[in-house]
C-alpha cells in the first residue's frame, strides 16, 4: 500500500468553526491531491499540488485553502466549516503529472453540525 | 449537464457472470480514461488506464474506449464476490492528473 496517512479520520464540529485536514505520505511524490467524495458527485477535485509550496485550485476549491510546506505534507483547511462541507475527503498522490494512477488514503469522514 | 455520467446501479450479478460497466462524457479534449475499484469505506485504487481508443485486457477485466461516441466501457469476466465494490470511471485531458471522476457504479456479486 501507498504510504498515505490521512488524519483525522474521523471529525465532528460545529458550523463556523476552522478544521485542518492533515495528509502525510511517505512516497516521495511530487503530486498531491485533496478530493471531496459526496454522494451522486462522485469525487471531486478541491485543490492540488505540484510541488512545495506550488498549489492550484480544483473544480470545488470555495471554503477551502491549501498549503504545502514540505513534500510530505499537505494541509487542507476549512476556515470557517459550513453544512454543505460534511464529506468523507480524500487525499491522493501521484509520482507524475499525466500517467491518470493516484494513490489514494483512507479518508477523512467530516461532518459538520 | 454532467461532464460523466455514470449509472449509479446498484448492480446485482451472480458469480460467474460478466458485468459490463459504463460511462459516457461531453468534453472531446479527453485523451485518458481510467477505471478505479473502491471497497467500502477505504480510498479508491487505479484498476484500468487507458489512452485514446481502444481495448485494453488485464485477466478478468477488459477497459474499452469509443471516442467517437464518447463512450467507455468495463468488463468483468467470471465475476467473483470479491469484486463487490463501487467503480469509478475518471478521465482527463491531461496535464497535473486533474481527474474527472464518474459517481461510481456499485456492483454486488452473490455467490
Known amino acids: 500500500d501507498a504510504g498515505i496517512t490521512q488524519s483525522p479520520r474521523h471529525k465532528v464540529t460545529e458550523t463556523g468553526t476552522p478544521v485542518t485536514l492533515r495528509c502525510h505520505q511517505t512516497?516521495?511524490?511530487?503530486?498531491m491531491y485533496w478530493y471531496r467524495q459526496d454522494p451522486g458527485h462522485g469525487l471531486r477535485l478541491i485543490h492540488y499540488?505540484?510541488?512545495?509550496?506550488?498549489?492550484d485550485k480544483g473544480e470545488v476549491s470555495d471554503g477551502y485553502s491549501v498549503s504545502r510546506s514540505k513534500t510530505e505534507d499537505f494541509l487542507l483547511t476549512l476556515e470557517s466549516a459550513t453544512s454543505s462541507q460534511t464529506s468523507v475527503y480524500f487525499c491522493?498522490?501521484?509520482?507524475?503529472?499525466?500517467?491518470?494512477?493516484?494513490?489514494f488514503g483512507e479518508g477523512s469522514r467530516l461532518t459538520v453540525l | 449537464q454532467k461532464e460523466v455520467e455514470q449509472d449509479p446501479g446498484p448492480l446485482s450479478v451472480p458469480e460467474g457472470a460478466i458485468v459490463s460497466l459504463n460511462c459516457t462524457y461531453s468534453?472531446?479534449?479527453?485523451?485518458?480514461f481510467m477505471w478505479y475499484r473502491q471497497y467500502s469505506r477505504k480510498g479508491p485504487e487505479l484498476l484500468m488506464y487507458?489512452?485514446?481508443?481502444g481495448n485494453k485486457e488485464d485477466g478478468r477485466f477488459t477497459a474499452q474506449v469509443d471516442k467517437s461516441s464518447k463512450y467507455i466501457s468495463l468488463f468483468i469476466r467470471d465475476s467473483q464476490p470479491s469484486d463487490s465494490a463501487t467503480y469509478l470511471c475518471?478521465?482527463?485531458?491531461?496535464?497535473?492528473?486533474?481527474?474527472?471522476f464518474g459517481a461510481g457504479t456499485r456492483l454486488a456479486v452473490h455467490p
Open positions: 491522493a498522490i501521484s509520482r507524475d503529472r499525466e500517467s491518470g494512477e493516484l494513490f
Open positions: 499540488s505540484y510541488g512545495v509550496k506550488d498549489t
Open positions: 487507458t489512452y485514446s481508443s
Open positions: 475518471a478521465l482527463t485531458a491531461g496535464g497535473y492528473n486533474k481527474l474527472i
Open positions: 468534453n472531446s479534449a479527453f485523451q485518458y
Open positions: 512516497e516521495n511524490h511530487r503530486y
